[in-house]
């Protein structure tokens, strides 16, 4: 691609926004539904609009503070996994240095997204498959960085089918087992990865893995990028060596927590005891599907001044 193709490209953000769009039955969409269907095989509508569930991107501002996280933990170049890469901003976000002394990989699922990952990044082993079926060897990634997919279904994959975990939840484990012993994972999931009440999937992880740090995001930001109001966390882990301990923050229990209006709603101990990683006030509000979900309202500071601030809490 040229740099004016590349221009362009990089502008995709998925259909997550625009469900709409292909409803059949939505007569103020018809005239967005044909041109699609005429840019589009049938073949790759369908596919694109499966993607309407969780193609939610990251917004730059966010991807970077991650980078600058990785860094203070000290991690500089290595082997990099995107597990589930859309068109590759966790690529062309990355700080110049690093990604020129660094092997990435990228995996994602839908067809027309990874020709364009390919198309920006040819550089990168980007892989059109699902995350469950890469053939990626366990334990040779320094770093997993990814904003993977959200949603309340599960994923095929017979190593991890008997627990049922929720696909945001299921990319944890997976991911974790490609990372190397000391290597780091650093993913963008729901807020209920930490929150829930069923501690099982965090009672695994936190056998493998010691948490750094987590920071939850106010419900507005992807709200400009991706059109979606949603409240997220960044999680990020060490993943132990043989015989190691951990020695990082407790995270393995959700508790019942009071704010101040008085509303009660489960809320992770470790925000609890550190409420600073939280940028905004938790309330229970409307939320994507429901009302009285429990969210990260705004507050009134810039957001990027916020993930600065956090991540100088960091270890």
């Not at 501002?61 to 933990?73: D, I, P, S």
């Not at 002394?101 to 892989?127: C, F, H, W």
């Not at 209920?192 to 069923?198: G, L, N, P, S, V």
């Not at 809320?267 to 009285?292: I, S």
């Amino acid at each position: 691609a040229t740099q004016d193709e590349k221009a362009a490209l990089v502008k995709y953000v998925g259909w997550g926004a625009t469900p709409q769009i292909f409803d059949d039955k939505n007569r103020e969409w018809a005239k967005e539904r044909d041109a699609l269907c005429h840019e589009l095989t049938d073949s790759e509508f369908e596919q694109v609009r499966a993607t309407t569930l969780n193609a939610h991107y990251t917004s730059p501002g966010v991807v970077r503070a991650m980078y600058q996280a990785a860094q203070r933990f000290g991690f500089q170049n290595g082997h990099i996994l995107e597990p589930a890469c859309g068109i590759g901003n966790f690529i062309g976000l990355m700080p110049q240095e690093m990604l020129q002394q660094s092997v990435v990989t990228g995996v994602e699922i839908d067809p027309l997204t990874a020709r364009i990952a390919k198309a920006l990044y040819p550089d990168a082993d980007i892989r059109e498959q699902p995350f469950e079926k890469s053939k990626l060897t366990d334990e040779t990634f320094d770093l997993a960085i990814s904003n993977v997919p959200f949603g309340d279904y599960a994923v095929h994959d017979p190593r991890w089918n008997k627990y049922k975990f929720s696909i945001h939840d299921y990319f944890f484990p997976a991911g974790l087992d490609k990372v190397r012993p000391g290597g780091l994972l650093m993913f963008i999931t729901s807020h209920h990865t930490m929150d829930k009440i069923d501690s099982t999937l965090r009672e695994m992880l936190a056998a493998k893995a010691e948490l750094l740090g987590a920071i939850r995001l106010p419900n507005d930001a992807f709200k400009k990028n991706a059109g979606t109001e949603v409240t997220t966390d960044i999680l990020m882990l060490r993943k132990l060596h043989a015989g190691e301990s951990s020695c990082g923050a407790a995270w393995k229990m959700s508790v019942d927590f009071t704010n101040e209006q008085e509303e009660k709603l489960p809320l992770n101990e470790y925000f609890v005891a550190h409420p600073e990683m939280m940028l905004g006030k938790m309330r229970l509000a409307r939320g994507m599907y429901r009302d009285g979900e429990p969210t990260l309202a705004p507050d009134d500071r810039d957001l990027g001044q916020a993930l600065a601030k956090a991540i100088e809490q960091l270890p």
